[in-house]
Each structure stands twice: as structure tokens, then as C-alpha cells.
């Protein structure tokens, strides 16, 4: 992620941690895997990455894009409240 990151010249910006309303895999990724990886036992982490990467090749930038989008729209959100709690707003 941080080769893709770099590549792409993406400003990164320091990320609150445990803060739910800004937790980008909790709305793309971890629903993308959680369902074809449940249940799965690995040998080791090349074989766990092998997996995930097969899985992650398919999604369109279309698709990441949006993403980055939405965690923008949420970053301006955080703004423009103070950074007061809030979710399905």
C-alpha cells in the first residue's frame, strides 16, 4: 500500500486511531475479504498475502477511488464538527 501510495504521489495524513468514522477498510476492504476469507487457515504470511492479492487485483481504481473519495468526504465531516462523534449522518 505505501509503494501504491508513494507512486501515485497521494498525500497521506496522520489517521486518529480507533476513530469509527473514519476507519476506511471497515467500508471497502474488510467486506470485500471477510466473506472469502472466513474460516481460511494459512501456512504463512506469503501464502495469507498471495490470497488477499488475488482478491484485491479485481477491484476496478474506479473502485479505490470512490473510496479515497468517501474517506475524504468523512475527513471533512471530522471538519467540520470539530471532530464530534457522528455516524449515518
Given at each position: 500500500m505505501r509503494t501504491f501510495v508513494a507512486k501515485r504521489s497521494v498525500i497521506v495524513l496522520e489517521h486518529p486511531p480507533y476513530?469509527?468514522?473514519?476507519?476506511?477498510?471497515?467500508?471497502?476492504?474488510?467486506?470485500?475479504?471477510?466473506?472469502?476469507?472466513?474460516?481460511?487457515?494459512?501456512?504463512?504470511?506469503?501464502?495469507?498475502?498471495?490470497?488477499?492479492?488475488?482478491?484485491?487485483?479485481?477491484?476496478?481504481?474506479?473502485?479505490?477511488?470512490?473510496?479515497?473519495q468517501q474517506l475524504y468526504n468523512r475527513c471533512q465531516k471530522c471538519i467540520v464538527t470539530n471532530g464530534d462523534y457522528f455516524e449515518g449522518q
Open positions: 476513530s469509527p468514522d473514519m476507519a476506511p477498510a471497515d467500508f471497502f476492504l474488510f467486506p470485500r475479504l471477510k466473506g472469502v476469507l472466513n474460516g481460511l487457515h494459512f501456512a504463512d504470511v506469503p501464502d495469507i498475502q498471495k490470497r488477499v492479492t488475488s482478491l484485491l487485483r479485481p477491484i476496478p481504481q474506479e473502485a479505490f477511488a470512490e473510496c479515497f
